[in-house]
């Protein structure tokens, strides 16, 4: 059990079934068209031939949170790490404000929707800040896959022979590099990212 962090397709992000998000993606598109902006009905998702097709971007995010926090209070501007973690669910359009709107779920009382596009300048803003090694730290976007390498090995290898302030908190590391891929993976497939 646990709260994790996952992609999920068209036909969640429409659905009005259980665990669907229609009435988000309506209100979404609402605020879209408000702004000056277009909707964002071309809902992607890892297609067939992609390296991500044997599943989803799935991560679980158990660690304390606080490590993290101080890096984004020391290496970001207020807007910035709100931008970076203040989010219920992240979309690929570019949206310059984040849209907070009242449905809730069972983690949070409302829906607060971010643009991967701005929280990957954030993300790579504070990686870059804490040195994180990026060519090390896996960016398939498999399922489970940064859990599995800073919590069974791989990171603690990467931390002895490239040592830095990422090496200093893994736990820390570890929802740098989660949002990060997060926002990629977004951008990459098209798809909203959720808390599930």
Known sequence: MGVYLVSIDGREWFGMEEGGHAAVASALNEELRRRGLPAYDNVGGPGA?????RGWFEEKVFPPMDGFEAWCREHLGEAERETLYGWTVLVPPSLEESVELPFGSGYWEETVIAGAPQVLAAAERLATAVGLPL??????????????WFFEGGAAGAAESRPGPWSQDLDAAFYAAVYLRAAQYSLRHGCPMVYS
């Open 49 to 53: 031939g992609s390296p991500a097709a």
């Open 135 to 148: 060519d090390l730290v896996p960016a398939t976007g498999g399922n489970l896959e940064l859990t599995f």
